[in-house]
């Protein structure tokens, strides 16, 4: 039998920085596969697309808006609500536990009252983020959660928002296909700029910034 490898989050941070990332075949698989697509998902955020209907729904929701308050539950809410095909094992859910802790991973989390409804996670290098994986118990709110992670990470002047995989229905929120070759190029320039993730705003703040983002899709 082949000795399981035992990865590292410092390997981990160091793929990514590479352009690659790590998923697992399915929730049992016990080993790490890394991908490097040669069509990037890129989401824009200079300046973001939001659509205006999101823009409106933020306004007049009740909900609850934070970073990084529930980062294990919003992994495991992922992993749950992608059971049957999904790539986040237990290697996976404990080296970004690890990378959270360090200060790498990042989570957005929306709430009804107490219960969490809706999340994503993903990682930040330089004035890079990679969107990991969102969910939603409730209609919007990944949507929602995206949302807000444009207009944070629009205020604190990254560059780069890694969606890893096109897909249609992210589009919405501007989402370009980019080839590999200028996928690395943009995070070459990303790791080199310093950038923070805006953990000390609260959820006003970055509506605010939200409501004044000019360039919107419809």
């Given amino acids: 039998m082949a000795e399981q490898i035992i990865y590292s989050p410092e390997t981990i ?3 990514y920085s590479c352009g690659v990332f790590p998923m697992a075949q399915s929730r049992d698989d016990p080993e790490l596969r890394f991908y490097e697509p040669a069509i990037r998902g890129v989401i824009p ?3 973001p697309h939001i659509p205006r209907r999101l823009i409106r729904f933020a306004k007049q929701s009740t909900w609850q808006v ?3 308050t529930a980062f294990a539950d919003v992994v495991r809410h992922c992993a749950e609500m992608r059971a049957d095909n999904t790539w986040i094992n237990a290697e996976i859910e ?3 536990f690890a990378l959270h802790k360090m200060g790498f991973g990042h989570s957005v989390e929306i709430w009804d009252g107490n219960r ?3 999340g994503l996670y993903g990682l930040s290098l330089g004035s890079a983020f990679f969107g990991e994986s969102m969910f939603s118990t409730a209609s919007n709110a990944s949507k929602l959660a ?3 992670l444009m207009a944070a990470l629009h205020k604190a002047q990254f560059s780069l928002l890694d969606a890893q995989f096109t897909s249609d229905h992210l589009r919405q929120f501007g989402l370009i296909d980019m080839p590999q070759p200028e996928f690395k190029q943009s995070l070459g320039i990303a ?3 310093p950038a923070t993730m805006p953990l000390h705003l609260s959820q006003t703040e970055i509506l605010d910034h939200l409501l004044q983002l000019r360039s919107v899709t419809s």
Avoid: H, N, S
Wanted: proline letters at 5%; zero cysteines.
């Fill in 66 to 68: 934070t970073f990084d």
């Fill in 13 to 15: 941070i160091k793929a």
């Fill in 116 to 118: 969490l409804v809706g």
């Fill in 191 to 193: 790791l080199g700029q």
């Fill in 45 to 47: 955020i200079t300046p």
């Fill in 94 to 96: 404990t080296l970004y």
């Fill in 146 to 148: 995206l949302a807000y």
